[in-house]
């Protein structure tokens, strides 16, 4: 089956699943100052009380982890099969041709921050299981969809729940592709500092002509960064900033954008008086994702190594730069360390690891993966196995959920890109699929 007529069997739910994301898709639900109640910003947990609201009016019970995360329950005991979904979004900046956090519905998609990541997904997944209680289907056991808060910045929402809640049993998350993803990356973020001699800076040894005073790009290493602004001053001492365009990427697919400080480093190594920083870049860096000169570059199963340089900040003192690297399931995260700080000692620089995920190494062969492959492809017609991919999805937070959709094949990534929409297609058609996925894995 196509998209189209998987979709057609939700399409009682089309107007209300509509209507949902784009209440929820209203809310700027990124991570904000920690208030009582809200530890991840009070717009996150106005998504939360959103989210909860619609699920208590079609008949689930909601619960609030305290402002962390929250859930909707059917059932009231025995095993919890789980859907594991986020509320929170990464920042809309620049480049949206509307306000992000309007949603504008077309005849075929939803344009607004989170439509794609990972609020739509959730209002398939909520309908999935509204939909099975319309037909009168009854759980074995429970069935949980949880939502958290802080998915985009560490997952701390669901170290709350782990801490306070009943683990599920089995379950999925929709915050990937299709089909299953059974393996993923590590993930280290990595800060390569410089700095100047205890007295000095990075001018010009003589005092005269143009020097590269600040450099600044990047708001989160993940992200491929779409800008990066170069303050300079010339030789009778203006100050100009310049700025640098690129675009933007989820940093597990460097090549799907442009980075801006790869951009801003060219021009400034063409120019006299830039800083060290500089030279380091387009030495081990530059336009290179797969991190050859700085002795990386590799692949297993899982596939390549990547790396996106996410954060850069310079002044006369100091630079720093931090890269979202992602490595083979099967390596070490000191073993690149270690061939890192060899490639940067040249310069000067050292390396910091400072956040890392390891790797999920997972089993193509166990049982939650063979049910969702099965559905999977007994839905589409397709015949595919198991996948493992570069981006780390929200499986790793929680242990016996797999990530499931719900991106199709083929169909382009614009989760934390400028103007992020998700079809309506794609909302009904993944419902279909969670709706078939939790009446095997709860029935
Ligand atoms: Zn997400």
Redesign the pocket.
């Known amino acids: 089956m196509d998209k189209q007529t998987i979709a057609q069997s939700m399409a009682a739910y089309r107007e209300a699943m509509i209507q949902a994301t784009v209440a929820l898709c209203a809310i700027p639900s990124v991570k904000g100052r920690p208030e009582t109640g809200a530890p991840f910003g009070l717009e996150t947990k106005k998504s939360l009380d959103a989210f909860l609201a619609l699920g208590a009016d079609l008949g689930f019970t909601p619960v609030d982890l305290d402002g962390y995360c929250g859930y909707l329950d059917w059932g009231v005991e025995g095993p919890i099969t789980a859907v594991l979904g986020?509320l929170d979004v990464v920042p809309a900046i620049d480049g949206w041709s509307h306000d992000p956090f309007s949603p504008i519905v077309t005849d075929d998609k939803i344009i607004a921050r989170g439509t794609a990541?990972?609020k739509g997904p959730l209002v398939s997944a909520l309908y999935a299981l509204k939909a099975l209680k319309d037909e009168g289907f009854v759980p074995k056991g429970r069935i949980r969809l949880i939502a958290g808060l802080d998915?985009?910045s560490g997952s701390a929402c669901m170290h709350h729940y782990s801490e306070v809640a009943e683990l599920p049993s089995a379950g999925f998350t929709p915050?990937a592709s299709f089909p299953v993803i059974y393996a993923e990356k590590g993930i280290a973020h990595i800060k390569i500092q410089l700095k100047s001699q205890p007295g000095q800076s990075f001018s010009r040894p003589d005092g005269h002509g143009q020097v590269l005073l600040a450099a600044v790009a990047g708001q989160r290493a993940n992200m491929v960064p779409a800008r990066c602004d170069l303050t300079w001053q010339d030789d009778q001492g203006h100050v100009t900033t310049e700025t640098y365009a690129g675009k933007a990427a989820h940093a597990s697919l460097p090549w799907e954008g442009h980075n801006a400080i790869g951009v801003a480093m060219a021009t400034a190594a063409q120019r006299p008086g830039a800083h060290p920083m500089v030279q380091l870049y387009q030495a081990l860096i530059a336009d290179d994702w797969t991190g050859q000169a700085l002795g990386v570059a590799g692949q297993d199963s899982s596939g390549p190594l990547t790396l996106n340089p996410g954060v850069l900040k310079l002044d006369l003192e100091r630079g720093s730069l931090i890269l979202d690297i992602r490595y083979p399931a099967s390596w070490q995260v000191d073993t690149i360390l270690a061939r890192m700080t060899a490639a940067v000692a040249p310069f000067q620089a050292t390396v910091e690891l400072v956040s890392h995920t390891p790797p999920l190494v997972g089993d193509p062969g166990r049982p939650l993966v063979k049910t969702l492959m099965a559905v999977y492809n007994r839905m589409t017609g397709a015949n595919q196995v198991a996948i493992a991919i570069g981006g780390g999805t929200?499986a790793r937070a929680m242990p016996n959920i797999v990530a499931f959709g719900p991106s199709f094949p083929g169909e382009p990534d614009v989760?934390h890109q400028v103007d992020e929409f998700i079809t309506i297609e794609k909302l009904l058609a993944s419902a279909a699929i969670y709706r078939e996925a939790l009446r095997e894995l709860a029935g």
Do not use: G, M, R
């Open positions: 986020h990541d990972d998915e985009e915050d929200y989760c």
